[in-house]
């Protein structure tokens, strides 16, 4: 039985396929279009505080930059939990909880 | 059983409450996060061509992308995997096959 | 007599041509560069309120901004006060005084 | 006789004034429009060569850019070229010509 995100990938690749948009998306505009849709999402939170921003947007912004994200990974083959995992372990390295804790400092400040 | 999402949200959880990060996981600022990391993902790529981007990088910085992605959905106790299905049915509907194919335009461009 | 920002850009001609770097500067990867740069600047209010923002890092990171801003303008051989005067009429008529008084609303949400 | 420079940040005072905006316009605001503006910029050059993207289009999301720049170092009262001619000196040194000569390299990846 397939998972959540196995199905969402094989959805992509058809979405992608269906209109031929592999010919676009190399792993340099895949980023580009990420980001594109991280300024959007940010955009729903623009001169308002945070709990001010309309959620029903957020969602569908968020959305957008999931939807790339899994392709960028997809375009390389990798598992996508197993990178997230591999990160995850990687920070609470870089940030000791007996130094991060209670402060926002990015990891090169931490005394 | 646990799904590998909800085991990554529970350990982000648990990563953000050791450091008592609470206090600052705001939406607003975490979607401020979220393009940080996108932006570094995209400097992998920056001054190169697609295929010349260091993979290793490449997957660190999506990581991080990935990994705030999912905290801000968490914040909004939102199904990730829903959410990204809503959105991909809806894009659908804004790039039709017969109108999108083969061409990279935007969907208010397309005639 | 040259202007301040005649002077800038024929400084950042000069400093580019002696690093030989004319090859990497397409407008794209410039684009992507000031967008990397317009990041690294908002890094420094992340997880912060405005004001307890670091305002000599706030200096550094949007003149970076800037250099790339006028670097690309330049690669297109173009006036800067002109440009930036011909939008900021152009924003005047999309966001009229007796509608856009008080609100943050976007122009195509203004009624 | 007033500089381009003072002629832009005086209409942009007005602008904003006019509009009573200035609630809406702290720094980190501010910085955060101008990177929204920064991604529209890299939209025009999305899937796209270098030279294939469009101008006019281009000039007016630039144009953006600048203008929230302005109005961020205008926030502070910073003198625009200034801090812009401090910061290419900065970089000259951190990407000494001997050694970035030819080479997109990061400043801490040069030997």
Redesign the interface.
Known sequence: MS???D??LQ??RQ?RD????A??H????L??????E??????????????D?D?TR???E??????Y??Q??DK?G?D??Q??????A???SK?L?VK???T?RKYDELS
Not at 18 to 21: G, L, P
Not at 62 to 67: E, G, I, K, M, T
């Open positions: 998972s959540p995100i199905e969402l959805q992509l979405f269906e209109r031929d948009w010919q676009f190399n792993p340099k505009d980023a580009l279009a990420l980001s594109i991280a300024a959007e999402l940010n955009e729903v939170f623009l001169w308002k505080k945070p709990e921003a959620p957020v969602r569908e968020l959305a957008d930059v999931l939807l994200a899994f960028l990974a390389y990798w996508i939990p990178l997230m995992q591999e990160k995850l990687h920070n609470a940030y909880v991060a804790k209670g926002a």
